[in-house]
């Protein structure tokens, strides 16, 4: 997900985004614990993806 889609979001929108890509996070690592993924940098990827969300979401904060 780019930056720019993410700044678009509403700040409700992106607090349970953010809890949801976590949720589903956690389950890719325990899934690759188990049974290597066909793509292991897909867990790389949404790790930053969640970073760049609560960057985002610091950043409201901070200005509000």
Known sequence: M???EIKEM???DLVERIEAEV???H???L???ISP???PAEIKK???TIARMKTVLRER???K
């Open 46 to 48: 949404l790790r930053r």
């Open 2 to 4: 780019k930056i720019a």
């Open 23 to 25: 949720a589903n996070y």
């Open 37 to 39: 993924l066909e793509n």
């Open 31 to 33: 899934n690759h614990s």
């Open 61 to 63: 904060e901070l200005n």
């Open 27 to 29: 389950q890719m690592l």
């Open 10 to 12: 509403t700040t409700n």
